[in-house]
């Protein structure tokens, strides 16, 4: 079924930053942001999206920021990081890690920090979206 959407102009993915120390509810054993990131992986990688844009929203950034500025640790979930505590170097590493995911090199994946509760934030991403829709579907009409 999945190649019925071989054909979209673009795929958004959500996953929620603040998830990085929260196991999955059906597996405990299993870390929520680890899932995101798997789950990214075989959706990024799919023979049928190949050509098809990534929308990659990081979303729940103010709980994120949060959860870091009161003593969250990323190491929990990435044992390797090193950049201690500050948010935004945190959220830089955790897109890192989604965007090494992508292993076509001409695949575009446009990543996004959101705040869905956040109006002007979700207009200003909305904005950065129907950009990358459109210059998608021009690329397409010159290209026919």
Not at 59 to 84: A, H, I, V, W
Not at 111 to 137: G, M, R
Request: aromatic residues 12%.
């Amino acid at each position: 079924w999945i190649h019925c959407f071989q054909d979209v102009t673009a795929v958004i993915y959500c996953a929620a930053l603040n998830d990085f120390d929260l196991q999955l509810q059906e597996d405990p054993a299993v870390n929520r942001m680890h899932e995101s990131l798997r789950l990214f992986s075989t959706l990024v990688n799919n023979k049928w999206f190949r050509d098809t844009g990534i929308i990659l929203f990081l979303n729940k950034q103010d709980l994120f920021d949060r959860k870091m500025e009161t003593g969250g640790d990323l190491r929990s979930c990435f044992p390797l990081y090193e950049g201690g505590s500050k948010p935004k170097t945190a959220r830089e590493y955790i897109r890192k890690k989604f965007m090494e995911k992508n292993k076509f090199s001409g695949r575009e994946v446009y990543p996004h920090f959101t705040i869905a509760t956040d109006t002007e934030n979700i207009k200003f991403v909305f904005a950065a979206v129907q950009k990358i829709l459109l210059d998608s579907l021009l690329q397409l009409t010159m290209n026919i």
